[in-house]
Each structure stands twice: as structure tokens, then as C-alpha cells.
């Protein structure tokens, strides 16, 4: 297969990408997988996987035709001076593992204190998205998320804790349902101020030694 590289970008943090082959060609791509797991892509119960397959594909990497950075471009100043955090618990997570090509899901922390501009709080929800949409590992995600935050609002800290099971462990290898991955990102007030750190982990209920990314 003949793969260019395009100007395109997708993100500040993500370089060109490939063109995507055509729809044929990756229908065409899991057939041969289907072959190669050992059964015949010609029978009845597979005839139209290839194609849901691809269409499955279309929603579960979405993420890649998402620009974060956009989602957060509209701000508010009308906040009456409000200064407090503003929290987004328990947001569901539904990602993939880039070295397996298996489900991560969980859930989703976020946090930041504004500093005069605050965002709708679906964009918050959707800047997540927009990266778990994509080949991820958990470490990576949650740096992601809280940077394009603090980057764009330019808030007094930025908050992300993430609670997930990968598949990769838990469905295959070596084999360990019941185990999550806690990983945090805190910047500003919330990493230096350990007060703000404590107030926020209190409130969405994780313990104080949640790992760091």
C-alpha cells in the first residue's frame, strides 16, 4: 500500500499523519485478519463484518478529526468574580490502547480554578474526548488533557485524575480483571498549593496518593 504524508496536523501536540487508505482498503485489511484468526470471511455471519468493522472504526478514533484547542477557544469573563475550582467528576472514558487495540474504560476527573474566563463545561467533557478518541495510553491522555486546558484558558491550575481497566491486562497477557490505573496531572495551585490538591481529591473521592503522569 502507497501512503503519503500530508501537510495536515491535528493538534498542536500531534504531528502529520498518513492518508487514510480508502474504505475498500481497510475493509480489504480485515478480511485478511479474519483469515488470519482462522475463519472464512466469505461465510454468511461475516460477509458485512469488514464493513462494520471500518464503520466501528470511524467512531471509536474520531478523535483525530477533533482540534482540543478549538473546543476551548469560546470563553466567558461574566463570572461575577467567581475564583473557586470548578469540577467535572465521574465523566464516563472510553478509549483504546495503542499497543493492543483494546477497549481502556473508566472514568475521568477534571478540574481547574479560573483566572477571570471560564468555559462551558461540555467543552471540558469534549476535550476528552477528543483525545481518548485516538491510540492512547492512560499516561499520555491524561497530560494531554490537562495541558490543552491549561494552555488555552490560562487558568490558576488544572486538575486530571483518570480511573481505568485496560483490556490489554485484563482480557489477555496476563490476565487480571478487577484492576484499575489511577493516573493525575495537576499544574499550577494544584500541584504547589497542597490545600487546593487535597480539596479537589476530597471531592472526587480518590486518595491522596493518586500517581502522577
Request: charged share 25%.
Amino acid at each position: 500500500m502507497n501512503i503519503q504524508t500530508p501537510a495536515r496536523t491535528l493538534g498542536a501536540d500531534q504531528p502529520a499523519t498518513p492518508i487514510r487508505p480508502t474504505r475498500e482498503e481497510a475493509e480489504a485489511a480485515v478480511r485478511t485478519l479474519l483469515l488470519w484468526a482462522g475463519d472464512d470471511p466469505s461465510r454468511e455471519g461475516l460477509l458485512d463484518t469488514p464493513a462494520r468493522v471500518a464503520r466501528a472504526y470511524g467512531e471509536f478514533f474520531s478523535g483525530y478529526e477533533t482540534d482540543p484547542v478549538e473546543l476551548l477557544a469560546r470563553s466567558f469573563e461574566e463570572t461575577d468574580g467567581y475564583d473557586e475550582m470548578v469540577v467535572l467528576r465521574d465523566i464516563r472514558l472510553e478509549s483504546h490502547c495503542e499497543h493492543h487495540l483494546v477497549p481502556i474504560i473508566g472514568r475521568a476527573h477534571i478540574a481547574y480554578i479560573p483566572d477571570g474566563r471560564v468555559v462551558g463545561i461540555s467543552k471540558l467533557a469534549r476535550v476528552l474526548e477528543a483525545y481518548a478518541k485516538r491510540l492512547q495510553i492512560q499516561e499520555k491522555l491524561t497530560a494531554q488533557v490537562a495541558n490543552t486546558i491549561e494552555q488555552v484558558l490560562k487558568p490558576k491550575g488544572v486538575a486530571v485524575v483518570i480511573e481505568a481497566q485496560h483490556q490489554c491486562m485484563t482480557t489477555r497477557g496476563i490476565h487480571k480483571p478487577g484492576v484499575s490505573m489511577v493516573t493525575s496531572r495537576m499544574l499550577g495551585a494544584f500541584r504547589d498549593d497542597a490545600s487546593t490538591r487535597r480539596e479537589f481529591l476530597a471531592m472526587i473521592g480518590a486518595p491522596r496518593g493518586s500517581a502522577e503522569a
